[in-house]
Nanobody, 120 residues
Framework: VQLQASGGGLVQPGGSLRLSCTAS????????MAWYRQAPGKQRELVAE???????NYADSVKGRFTISRDNAKNTVYLQLNSLKPEDTAVYYC???????????????WGQGTQVTVSS
């Protein structure tokens, strides 16, 4: 399973970005999809996650500003980032739990990371 993330960039405070991550390869089923981020000198942290039934969970620091969604037909997860703050600056990683055959185990898969920089 390969994950291809895109959509990062440089944006001013208060601006918006939309991240996308598409899973490809031998995929039978996808369970959880999520976005994590890692700022310089800090540990990787969960930003938002969406389960197979569509339920979502957000870090307190992004609630009301970020929205996670998924398109199951495209094996794609999105993260809409609004009202961005300098403290949102980080490398954002997508995560997908996928099985490669029917009733197979779900394994973790990580994207390569996309840089989000919020600065004036």
């Amino acid at each position: 399973v390969q994950l291809q993330a895109s959509g990062g960039g440089l944006v001013q405070p208060g601006g918006s970005l939309r991240l996308s991550c598409t899973a490809s390869g031998s995929i039978s089923s996808i369970r959880d999809m999520a976005w994590y981020r890692q700022a310089p000198g800090k540990q990787r942290e969960l930003v938002a996650e969406v389960s197979s039934d569509g339920s979502t969970n957000y870090a307190d620091s992004v609630k009301g500003r970020f929205t996670i969604s998924r398109d199951n037909a495209k094996n794609t997860v999105y993260l809409q980032l609004n009202s961005l703050k300098p403290e949102d600056t980080a490398v954002y990683y997508c995560y997908v739990a996928a099985s490669t055959y029917w009733r197979g185990p779900y394994r973790e898969n990580w994207g390569q990371g996309t840089q989000v920089t919020v600065s004036s």
